[in-house]
């Protein structure tokens, strides 16, 4: 039963390209979370997403971050032209049911992202 | 905005030594989770806590949510080694919101 898998592992871009984080929710669940996590920080909320539905963007950057989980295939957390501050581990998470009391979020092993 | 804060960031201790870290709100919350992060590795889900004044015991970890759903407590009784990573509160202000993570606290054991 395979946890909620997240690709690349590990990204290099150079300032000013794109990157696409994608993640795969546990199987049964249809709920996706991205949180970025900067170094010695908390785990900060970006986008919550069910299947082609973005639910709650209030975390997303306005300008060049975007998010998407289509019908089929996987969650892509998309960030254009990338600056030096966007360096950061970026974990998705999922749950089986609309997110609140009772619904745990289980995170994926992250996607570590570094621009140079 | 609404935040969540946790102390102390950092705590060091000898193996056999507790542990307390504390989670503060302004707000009330509707529930809180606790999650813990090995160093490089990703939050693992420890457990919920729903109502006003509640403990739960895993073990020698003991979680406690206050009387007023405004702070949490996590206690480790007895350090060992394996305990070392990053120890995280998460609440949410209203059911079916976002969670909202402390910016936790590093717990660091020495044998």
């Known amino acids: 039963n395979a946890g909620v898998m997240q690709n690349p592992r590990h990204l290099v871009r150079r300032r000013g390209q794109e990157a696409r984080l994608r993640c795969s929710p546990m199987k049964g669940h249809s709920h996706v979370y991205w949180y970025r996590q900067l170094p010695e920080e908390g785990l900060k909320f970006m986008v919550y997403l069910q299947k082609e539905n973005i639910i709650d963007e209030s975390g997303m950057p306005k300008e060049r971050f975007s998010a998407e989980f289509p019908k089929e295939g996987p969650s892509i957390l998309r960030i254009q032209q990338v600056v030096r501050g966007d360096s950061a581990a970026y974990f998705c998470?999922?749950?089986?049911?609309?997110?609140?009391?009772?619904?745990?979020?289980?995170f994926g092993e992250g996607s570590w992202l570094t621009v140079v | 905005g609404q935040q969540v804060m946790q102390i102390p960031q950092y705590q060091h201790v000898q193996e056999g030594e507790d542990f307390t870290t504390y989670c503060n709100s302004s707000?009330?919350?509707?529930?809180i989770q606790w999650y813990k992060q090995r160093p490089g590795g990703h939050p693992v889900f420890l457990i919920q806590?729903?109502?006003?004044?509640e403990v739960k015991k895993q073990k020698r970890l003991t979680f406690q949510f206050g009387e007023a759903k405004k702070n949490s407590s996590l206690h480790i009784t007895a350090t060992q080694t394996t305990d070392v990573g990053t120890y995280f509160c998460a609440g949410s202000h209203q059911a079916g919101t976002a969670l909202i993570f402390g910016k936790g606290t590093t717990l660091s054991v020495s044998s």
């Open positions: 998470a999922s749950s089986p049911g609309a997110r609140g009391i009772g619904n745990t979020i289980y």
């Open positions: 806590l729903v109502k006003s004044g």
């Open positions: 707000t009330t919350l509707s529930n």
